[in-house]
């Protein structure tokens, strides 16, 4: 069964770093592109950022730029989203989801298609 | 940032209606549009890639169509398992977007 199973959220001040984390199994991990979608409470969904199989490339939504990373660890099947200097609007449920295909050079698979599987997510609270 | 508008907002339909929901991109995004449904509490689930392919395991009831700006998902008979909100998503250019949803209600 694929699967994907996010872990890290919590109660974070303003200001504060978090890590979030989402366990992949049930494919070949290496060899996709991964993303982070959000969701504020009661809203609708927004990207996050993006990274390639190999973690070469990287890509960010404006609002989330120069205070986030994404990262793989691709011999432990996981990825990776380090937040920081948190708003409060950046409170919201995290899901990590896998691109369905994408474009793949000799080096690497790049996001380049619909977002076929998604985790439960992981819920971020940004409170003082 | 590529706009998308989807319409309506709220959708009130009963069981065995067709119900149709409509996306707009600000700009053209071929054919890279997905449709995605979500059921409070749960993720969001793939329904369409490519703008009409439907992804593995969605019934043929539903169905996507268009391409460049504007699309169409259409849901031909609607079942108990169908009342969801729905988001069309372009992953053409980047950053991706999402459209703010539509709820389908009985």
Redesign the interface.
Known sequence: EVLLVESGGGLVQPGGSLRLSCAASGFTFSTYAMYWVRQAPGKGLEYVSALSSTGGSTYYANSVKGRFTISRDNSKNTLYLQMGSLRAEDMAVYYCAKDRMGYCSSASCYPADALDIWGQGTMVTVSS | ?IVMTQSPATLSVSPGERATLSCRASQSVSSNL?W?Q?KPG?????LI??ASTR??GIPARLSGSGSGTEFTLTISSLQSEDFAVY?C?Q?NN????????TKVEI
């Open positions: 940032e997905a995605y979500q749960q993720a969001p689930r793939l890639y490519g992804a593995t988001y998503q992953y980047w950053p991706r977007t999402f459209g703010q949803g």
